[in-house]
């Protein structure tokens, strides 16, 4: 016999790309709901993610900038996302920094101790002093 398929509505796929992309669940968790493939999970995100680019290039367009200059607004705008998720990254490492230096059983040591350590450990031409 013949599997008939199935076809979710966009509600539906916007509802479980939304709960992953939050953090809400894993990706397996929301594929195992729907009983589908992770994979398609993923495609549905890149198709969604698409469909609003370009109905932001639209909007951009609709407002009398060029097709050109709207897709390079769009462009600038990805950067500057990615921007600032990698300060916010950088902040929360520099917290964790500060935490683990106020804590009592910190050791500072030089920043080019487990440098050396690792280059005499990765060097087989350098031989071992006794």
Not at 30 to 58: F, H, P
Not at 80 to 100: H, P, R, S, T
């Amino acid at each position: 016999m013949k599997k008939s398929r199935r076809s979710f509505n966009d509600e539906t796929k916007r509802a479980a790309v939304d709960a992953y992309v939050s953090g809400r669940k894993t990706p397996l968790e929301v594929a195992n709901e729907l009983n589908i493939a992770v994979g398609l999970l993923y495609k549905w995100r890149t198709d969604m993610s698409d469909a609003g680019q370009e109905a932001r290039v639209k909007k951009l367009e609709s407002e009398g900038l060029s097709p050109d200059h709207a897709k390079r607004i769009l462009e600038l705008e990805e950067q500057v996302a990615e921007y600032q998720k990698k300060v916010g990254e950088q902040a929360v490492m520099i917290d964790l920094l500060k935490k683990l230096r106020q804590s009592p059983n910190f050791r500072p040591e030089s920043e080019l101790t487990g440098l050396i350590e690792i280059t005499k450990a990765l060097d087989p031409k350098r031989k071992r002093s006794k």
